[in-house]
């Protein structure tokens, strides 16, 4: 990625504070992350405690905040950028400095744990993956998305996207992209039964919307509808991961 002067590796963590004022603009860099965050939360039902915590591993600027609001959660994020961490805190997120390997919160404290968009960018997954089931009290909900291994995914999500102008450059390291079978796998050795379903977003919203946005230049695309993450066929892209954990 090239930014404010500077060239930055594939997945440098740094791209998020030169990025910091796109994240809550519907329309910028982190458009996608908006509509994502939409359909991971429709995965988390209503706490059914008074005192129900969700973790949001990654949470970057707090995008999955307003999508529960009335579900009776508190809301802890964490994650390693202070900059998002800050926004996050904005919009009522309780934000928690940390790494996805490395979470600096107790066994078994969450109803809830949210990993969106995050396993794709972490060096070692399956200790992102532990670290989620650890926090998870017995019959708590683990929910995420990623993208997958894939020959079609590396074409689609870098060698397409970053051509976009919606997409930052660099992103991604393709080389991170989570297997959906290794996934399971490594949910299942730590106690939950992980369900997935391929997404991706619906085709007139998404088509409407880059008209849009590459019409008008300036990264604005009015007041027309913003694309639905909706289900499909094959997780061989971008999918999302429902289970429980047990005990």
């Known amino acids: 990625m090239r930014d404010a002067g500077r060239t930055l590796p594939r997945n440098d963590p740094r791209q998020y504070d030169d990025l910091a004022g796109e994240w809550w603009r519907p329309d910028g860099a982190f ?40 579900k009776g959660y508190r809301h802890v994020g964490v994650d390693l950028t202070r900059s998002a961490l800050r926004q996050a805190a904005a919009h009522g997120v309780t934000a928690v400095n940390g790494d996805a390997t490395a979470v600096p919160l107790a066994d078994g404290c969450a109803d809830v744990v949210a990993a969106g968009e995050i396993l794709e960018h972490v060096p070692d997954w399956r200790r992102a993956v532990a670290e989620a089931c650890r926090l998870l009290r017995p019959g708590g909900l683990f929910v995420l998305d990623t993208l997958n291994d894939t020959a079609l995914s590396r074409l689609l999500a870098v060698r397409i996207a970053e051509r976009l102008p919606t997409v930052p450059r660099g ?17 299942a050795g730590h106690g939950v039964e992980l369900r997935l379903r391929g997404i991706r977003p619906g085709v007139p919203g998404l088509v ?40």
């Open 31 to 70: 458009a996608m992350l908006h509509w994502l965050a939409e359909a991971r939360a429709a995965l988390v039902p209503p706490a059914t405690r008074p005192d129900a915590l969700l973790v949001d591993i990654g949470c970057g600027a707090g995008l999955l905040a307003p999508h529960l609001a009335g």
């Open 171 to 187: 992103i991604h390291d393709p080389r991170l992209f989570v297997d959906a079978r290794a996934l399971v796998a490594e949910c």
């Open 208 to 247: 409407g919307w880059l008209a849009r946005r590459l019409r008008t230049g300036d990264r604005s695309v009015g007041t027309g509808p913003a694309p639905r993450i909706v289900p499909t066929w094959s997780t061989a892209v971008l999918y999302q991961g429902r289970g429980v954990r047990s005990g």
